[in-house]
């Protein structure tokens, strides 16, 4: 980063440092287990392949692309007239961009990969005016040529408690979700509408909170990625409904859209999808109160909603929820008639979904009828998945079409936000 950076925080107390052990994505999963803590807070530990010293107006490592030509239909009152394939790919995908250390890879996948959105990963004690200065370096990549001029979703994970990507000056402390179940909502809502101030203040525009997991509370200590932390709102549809709507309806009254998580719930698994593979939910149904707790987030509000990474085996056995046309078309889609903007969770390094190369994660996640993809711990894997979308689309027409409904969404909730 540039000479504008912070110095280093003090380390966070050791709770912060378990969290980071296994958090290291957008709407992510903790599990227990020691970790080491580090400068600016406790940063999520940065993977192996990233080389994050560069500065995001740094030159990239490779010869920058030319501007694409554009595709699909050019008729003037067409949304996405005049935009290339690469354009409209881009809008489609959310890059990791670390609050301690960004990497290169971070602002050349926006300058020169289209990438339209970005997410702020990690653990910052920096504060609001530190932070509004590192956005400010990614919007002012945004140009005609590389997001066709459309301003970026800048998101972070903002929740409370252990789950808090922002800290330091002009942030409030926010406390775990299982406190904030505890005010009456008109409060909730008041206060979450000031911890959407300072987030606007800081140019973030999109919180991937709040969690709307249903967690059995008998279970919750063996709930390692909700109930093990306090990240849910109680252990009741009511409980959930009435206190997430409230933190939903204060964050978008200061201008910062929230994204309802994990649908279909990630309150019964055992395991963790950051770090577990073939983690499964036996007990959830396609009419199960999990899922019509996020009916109700929808019928508030909502205009995004993050997919899980498990697996539903009375659902879809087949295929983990971010990547089943089932749970994403038939049931999210279908029968709680969502018509906006559906997103991966973090799927760049997840151990979930490592059995897919990136390119596969994120043509499997769009053609499910997933409209945002997002690459947050290894930012790294972002060109692939853009050459791949591109790749598919220009031999797929069937999946072009995907590609266009999910541009024409994505833009259609950026607009809807902006006005």
């Known amino acids: 980063m540039t000479s504008r950076r912070p110095a280093p925080a003090v380390t966070l107390a050791l709770l912060t440092a378990v969290l980071l052990a296994a958090c290291s994505g957008a709407g992510t999963e903790p599990s227990p287990g020691p970790a ?131 800290r330091g000056q002009g942030f409030s402390e926010i406390p775990k979700a299982t406190e904030q179940a505890t005010w009456k909502p008109g409060t909730l809502e008041k206060r979450a509408r000031g911890w959407g101030d300072e987030l606007a203040a800081a140019g973030v525009n999109l919180n991937l909170a709040p969690v709307m997991d249903l967690v059995d509370e008998d279970a919750a200590a063996d709930n390692p990625p909700i109930g093990y932390f306090g990240r849910n709102y109680g252990y009741t549809p009511r409980s959930v409904v009435r206190s997430a709507n409230a933190f939903g309806a204060g964050q978008r009254a200061a201008g910062v859209e929230p994204v309802i998580k994990h649908f279909p719930g990630l309150g019964r698994v055992t395991q963790n999808t950051d770090t577990d593979a073939r983690v499964t939910d036996d007990v959830t149904t396609r009419d199960d109160a999990s899922v019509r707790v996020f009916a109700r987030g929808i019928e508030a509000g909502a205009r995004y909603v993050m997919m899980s990474s498990a697996v539903y085996d009375r659902i879809d056995p087949d295929a983990p929820a971010v990547f089943s046309p089932v749970v994403v078309g038939d049931v999210l889609r279908g029968d709680l008639r969502f018509d906006g903007v559906v997103m991966t969770d973090d799927v760049s390094a997840a151990a979930q979904v490592q059995d897919r190369s990136p390119g596969e994660r994120a043509v499997d996640a769009v053609d499910a009828g997933v409209d945002l993809v997002l690459a947050s711990a290894d930012p790294s894997v972002a060109p692939a998945m853009a050459d791949a979308l591109v790749a598919k689309a220009r031999t797929d027409p069937a999946f072009a079409k995907k590609v266009d409904a999910s541009a024409r969404r994505v833009l259609a909730a950026k607009d809807a936000s902006a006005g």
């Open 36 to 166: 080491s803590s580090a400068a600016q807070g406790s940063p999520s530990p940065s993977p192996s392949t990233v080389s994050p010293s560069a500065s995001p107006s740094a030159s990239p490592s490779s010869t920058p692309t030319p501007t694409p030509e554009p595709t699909g239909s050019q008729h003037p009152d067409d949304v996405l007239a005049g935009w290339s394939l690469e354009q409209k790919v881009g809008q489609l995908l959310m890059v990791g961009v670390s609050v301690s250390d960004p990497a290169a890879v971070s602002a050349e996948s926006v300058r020169d990969k289209h990438v339209g959105n970005v997410f702020l990963h990690g653990r910052s004690t920096a504060g609001v005016d530190a932070t509004r200065e590192l956005v400010d370096e990614y919007t002012s990549l945004v140009s005609r040529r590389s997001t066709h001029g459309t301003p970026l979703l800048v998101a972070t994970d903002q929740e409370g408690g252990l789950v808090q990507v922002l």
